[in-house]
């Protein structure tokens, strides 16, 4: 259990990424009536940004 | 220093001559033996003025960290429901960091038994308070009173005083301190409060790191559920960024601004200050030297309680010179 945890919590900001940023992302873009590059929809396009960020957080150890 | 010397005290001129708060009042070569007699005595006057400002009604701190918990948690569903709307939403963001930041005096109090100590038929109260105070900022009430005590015994102390890692130079590299300890990569702020429980290995230790564990799963839970629900502009306003918020006022204003700069002593390792933005936006911090001397004291009285003890403090070695 502990264990388990703590291996979540060592991907967390990737997860932090897919599961937060990205959502965030795709409703501001509707809000603001932003579209997707190269015709990807808000969703897709927060999942990759979202993602991204995430991945570079997780490894770099920070996320500026 | 600041006030009258009595002319025909020359123990006292001795006392204000003394660099430091915890430097000799006089030299060890004249009189060691007077010297700590001094120091006792200034000691004890300021205990008998302190001990008149511990307590209060206390209960005040449980009634609004319940009230404003409950009001905080309503914004949800109202926010899900489309009943707050940009202006409600806006305010309920300001709300939410208020909630965030200032939530930590009650839970403060509550780590100090303050608002009931223990044995008292009410202290079920107290430990409520400093429960649903830090839930806002996700840190398990356990493991912020752990560390606290920590704070108190280690003061400064770059090692086993958790707070430590908030040090910097000036205050807007405090500011940025706030934000940098909180990366994944850092170990600062709660990061190390966690290292530290697992450094204790003690039952209370190793339920206290759960129980945050197990708070910071609930909020990124909301956070991940709410916003893939199509509510991640609502979960950011009303819990991600006052959190943010909330942890850098904390840091800044409880950690950085009375303990820069990082000074040890009991004299010295908090200081009197002035707050550009006064005392309320500095959660009454100007005067956390008085919380360190006694943590019995309220957050409410502390004011009251160093105007009361200013020049036994002065007399002490204390730069009382900001009030």
């Given at each position: 259990m502990t264990e388990a945890i703590r291996k979540l919590f060592a991907v967390m900001p990737f997860l932090?990424?897919?599961?937060?940023?990205?959502p965030l992302t795709a409703q501001l873009m509707k809000l603001w009536g932003i579209p997707g590059p190269f015709g990807l929809s808000p969703i897709a396009f927060g999942l990759a940004?979202?993602?991204?960020?995430?991945?570079?957080?997780?490894?770099?150890?920070?996320?500026? | 220093m600041d006030g009258p010397l009595k002319e025909d005290d020359a123990l006292l001129r001795e006392v204000l001559d003394a660099p430091g708060g915890d430097a000799l009042a006089i030299p060890l070569l004249a009189d060691d033996e007077l010297d700590?007699?001094?120091?006792?005595?200034?000691?004890?006057?300021?205990?008998?003025?302190?001990?008149k400002?511990?307590?209060?009604?206390?209960?005040?701190?449980?009634a609004l960290t319940v009230g404003c918990f409950l009001v905080w948690v309503s914004l949800f569903p109202l926010a899900i429901m489309g009943l707050l709307g940009p202006v409600g939403l806006a305010l309920g963001c300001v709300f939410a960091t208020f909630c965030a930041a200032y939530g930590f005096i009650p839970s403060h109090e509550a780590m100090h038994s303050n608002i009931y100590p223990r044995g008292h038929k009410h202290y079920w109260a107290n430990e409520l308070t400093g429960h649903l105070s830090t839930v806002p900022i996700a840190l398990g009430f356990g493991v912020a009173r752990l560390t606290h005590m920590e704070h108190h015994k280690y003061t400064n102390h770059a090692e086993l005083d958790p707070d430590y890692t908030d040090g910097a130079p000036n205050w807007w590299?405090?500011?940025?301190?706030?934000?940098?300890?909180?990366?994944?990569?850092?170990?600062?702020?709660?990061?190390?409060y966690k290292r530290m429980m697992v450094d204790m290995d003690t039952p209370a230790s190793r339920r206290a790191a759960m129980q945050t564990t197990l708070l910071q799963l609930v909020m990124l839970g909301t956070f991940f559920g709410m916003a893939w629900s199509g509510y991640?502009?609502?979960?950011?306003?009303?819990?991600?960024?006052?959190?943010?918020?909330?942890?850098?006022?904390?840091?800044?204003?409880?950690?950085?601004?009375?303990?820069?700069p990082q000074e040890q002593g009991r004299y010295q390792n908090t200081r009197i200050f002035k707050a550009r933005l006064?005392?309320?936006?500095?959660?009454?911090?100007e005067y956390h030297l008085i919380h360190h001397l006694y943590p019995g004291i309220p957050n409410h009285r502390q004011r009251e309680a160093f105007h009361a003890l200013k020049d036994v403090l002065r007399r002490q070695g204390v730069d009382v010179s900001a009030h």
């Open positions: 932090f990424g897919i599961g937060f940023i990205a940004f979202g993602g991204a960020w995430g991945l570079y957080a997780n490894i770099k150890g920070r996320w500026l | 700590r007699e001094a120091r006792r005595s200034l000691r004890k006057e300021e205990r008998d003025i302190a001990m400002f511990h307590g209060g009604r206390m209960w005040v701190y449980a590299q405090a500011i940025l301190k706030t934000w940098w300890n909180r990366q994944p990569g850092v170990e600062g702020s709660v990061m190390r991640a502009i609502e979960v950011a306003l009303l819990w991600w960024l006052p959190r943010q918020l909330g942890l850098s006022w904390i840091r800044y204003w409880l950690s950085w601004a009375p303990h820069h006064g005392y309320w936006a500095s959660m009454a911090m």
